[in-house]
């Protein structure tokens, strides 16, 4: 299953490496912000190998569209969710309309705003049934 996320990037955090029975391995976290005007969220993903390298060519504030996959799994009868990132490129792919809303977000027409970046729902199955609270 793959997903999208298209936000700003707001924080990246040290890189963290080591040895495993497979050979070396790396792995580094960032943080993307979500470029909805009314909620952004914070989204924290993570960038195995050689997607590592890929991340460096990017600074904080480069609006990002990260593709990735959710996976979770169970330990000690607790659960650990991970966001694997698996291509992370500019948003200019949008028609540049991603930056805008940060840039000039009065200047937007009203009927431009459901156009905003391709940003995942995670609520998809709520908004496509009722406006009711699921529970």
Known sequence: MALELVGKLIKVLPEVSGQSQKGPWSKQEFVIETLDASYPKKVCLTAWGDKVADLKQYANGDTLKATFSAESREYNERWYTELRAFRIELAEGDGGAAPAPRSAPA????????????????????????NDLPF
């Open 107 to 130: 200047q937007q027409p009203r009927s431009a705003q459901p156009n905003q970046p391709a940003a995942v729902s995670f609520n998809s199955a709520f908004d496509e049934e009722s």
